[in-house]
């Protein structure tokens, strides 16, 4: 059976009753078991909304292709208030103040450059990352709040200048070869409010890319928690937990599924906090005109702010919806070459090897009236959304709604292949210190240490293989 992405296709099977519905979905969604070519409509990982034929540094920032003249009208605007550059308080563009007076960044594209991945500090050019900071039972810091700012208004003290070195680890691979991964090790500098409480800890973060996440928030709850399985009754080693977190969208818990441990459950969540830890700007959802400065850092709190006026918060209600309008349909591109005989065969090891036991390849999203570029997809993310142990190598100690400190979210994989095009590096991992898909790989511990040590163990042509195949997504 083919998946049904024309417009007739989906009329039919909406007047389709419910369970045939599931019937329908579950083979379609099967993992496949031939290898000798593409899967129906695998180049299009996107389903409809796949945008086509670009590869090109802008390759991350279009609309979804399904999308009706009148809505991309919406989605320019959310871009423009996307790409907006923010100024302080009091200023005579009103509409556009409000920065800080603590933050990191003073628009959304200066970290998601170009939609695409951020970087680390180690590099020149833009800086795209965050440290957030949190205590065990996963409270705020009582000074520095939820993250680290290290930039500041006049008369404000930053937080700390955030630098990166690395300690260089040998692995060696069969065949002969030998890749270095790099351990990082943080240096905050001097914090400008005195130091951190005992028992925070902190975690680096780069900013992911941006496409595609109106289609994860699409797929249905109970999709993905028919994947969990915290006690690996079936016996593979691999056991993923939904995170459950407080939604101020939706007022009241809901599953995680945005950020690097699925700590926002919705892209408004996500878009208002980043406006508020990122650049002091107050929302609907985060109201407090200071951002994350705390009851400690008095200044702060009480310099001139942009809320009060007829926007009554820095960003109303109406421009964060446009922000997650555009956040929502970014567009995933097509694929590039999924018939080659190398890629097929790449997939194949990446199937043989268990990667697809968290890195899902297929969901069909639910039906949404409100939402016709979501509605009804077959979508290629590769990710299950769920959290799984990671090792010792990658953990971070930082708690995050039920995440704890091993715990990340299986991010994404559809556009890797394109993350030099767009970016004009390779970073990947949650702090950005692999410099390569291998090294990503080659970091993967915990449950995912069988499938680490069977790369290792690889024929280097098979290895080869296996990168093809991610550089095809």
């Not at 005579?92 to 933050?103: E, F, N, R, V």
């Not at 007829?310 to 929502?328: K, Q």
């Not at 971070?396 to 004009?424: C, F, K, N, Q, Y």
């Not at 291998?438 to 296996?466: C, F, K, N, S, Y």
């Amino acid at each position: 059976m083919s998946a049904c992405l024309t417009a007739a296709c989906g009329q039919a099977l909406a007047a389709s009753p419910v369970k045939e519905d599931a019937a329908r979905i579950a083979e379609v969604i099967r993992p496949t078991e031939a290898f000798e070519q593409s899967e129906p409509y695998e180049a299009l990982p996107g389903g409809a909304a796949t945008l086509r034929n670009t590869t090109d540094r802008d390759a991350f920032s279009h609309p979804s292709a399904n999308m009706s003249f009148e809505r991309e009208l919406d989605f320019l605007l959310g871009k423009a208030l996307f790409e907006k550059i923010w100024v302080s308080s009091p200023s005579s563009t009103q509409a556009s103040d409000g920065l800080g007076p603590l933050y990191d960044a003073r628009s959304c594209q200066a970290c998601h450059i170009r939609d695409g991945r951020g970087q680390p500090p180690d590099q020149d050019g833009s800086v795209s990352m965050i440290v957030r900071l949190a205590r065990p039972g996963g409270g705020p810091d009582p000074v520095y709040g939820r993250q680290l700012q290290d930039l500041a208004l006049p008369g404000h003290a930053a937080e700390a200048q955030i630098a990166v070195r690395y300690r260089e680890i040998p692995i060696e691979l069969a065949g002969g070869e030998t890749v270095v991964l790099r351990q990082p090790e943080y240096d905050l500098g001097t914090l400008g409010y005195g130091p951190l409480n005992g028992e925070t800890v902190f975690s680096a973060r780069v900013a992911p890319p941006m496409i595609g996440l109106g289609l994860l928030e699409a797929i249905p709850e109970q999709d993905i928690l028919a994947l969990v399985d915290e006690d690996d009754r079936d016996g593979n080693g691999i056991s993923g937990r939904a995170n459950w977190v407080w939604s101020r969208d939706g007022e009241q818990p809901m599953l995680g599924r945005f950020g690097w441990k699925a700590g926002e459950a919705t892209i408004r969540d996500q878009s208002a906090a980043a406006f508020a830890n990122d650049i002091g700007i107050s929302s609907p959802l985060f109201p407090d005109g200071w951002g994350d400065c705390s009851a400690a850092q008095a200044t702060c709190r009480a310099a001139p702010h942009g809320d009060g006026d007829i926007r009554d918060t820095e960003i109303d209600g109406a421009g964060l919806e446009l922000v997650s309008f555009y956040s929502r349909n970014l567009a995933v591109p097509e694929r590039r070459l999924p018939d080659d005989p190398e890629v097929l065969r790449g997939k194949q090891v990446f199937y043989d090897t268990g990667c697809v036991g968290c890195h899902v390849p297929k969901h069909v999203t639910a039906r949404l009236a409100d939402q016709p570029e979501q509605s009804f997809q077959l979508i290629w993310p590769y990710t299950d959304l769920l959290l799984h142990d990671m090792g010792d190598g990658l953990a971070d100690a930082l708690p995050e709604g039920r995440a704890d400190g091993h715990e990340w979210r299986t991010p994404p994989l559809w556009g890797i292949g394109l993350t030099a095009e767009v970016s004009g590096y390779s970073r990947f991992l949650h702090d950005g210190r692999a410099r390569s898909l291998l090294e990503a790989i080659l970091w993967h511990g915990g449950e995912a240490e069988p499938q680490q040590t069977a790369v290792i163990a690889m024929t280097p042509a098979d290895r080869a293989a296996l990168i093809r195949f991610l550089e095809s997504l």
